[in-house]
């Protein structure tokens, strides 16, 4: 089985939550932020673990409400 998890826009060095390409991203999302890494993880975590072994095939958005 394949899950899938997909983050919307996440504060990293690369991608940083500052700068005029942010603030349209921030805007575009329910929460008005970026993502933290150690939210993505936790996601990716939980799919990988015993609790999550009833889903399958599933594309798990975690985009802070970008795509609601």
Same mark, same amino acid.
Do not use: C, H
């Given at each position: 089985?394949?899950?899938?998890? #997909?983050?919307?826009? +996440? ?7 500052? *700068?005029?390409? /942010?603030?349209?991203?921030?805007? @575009? ?6 993502? #933290?890494?150690?939210? +993505? ?7 990988? *673990?015993?609790? /999550?072994?009833?889903?399958?095939? @599933? ?10």
């Amino acid at each position: 089985t394949v899950n899938n998890v #997909q983050p919307g826009p +996440i504060d990293t060095e690369l991608n940083p939550a500052t *700068g005029d390409w /942010a603030a349209p991203q921030k805007a @575009a999302t329910a929460l008005n932020r970026y993502g #933290q890494v150690d939210e +993505i993880a936790a996601m990716v975590a939980f799919v990988a *673990g015993p609790e /999550a072994s009833y889903i399958t095939g @599933a594309n798990l958005t975690v985009d802070g409400g970008m795509n609601a």
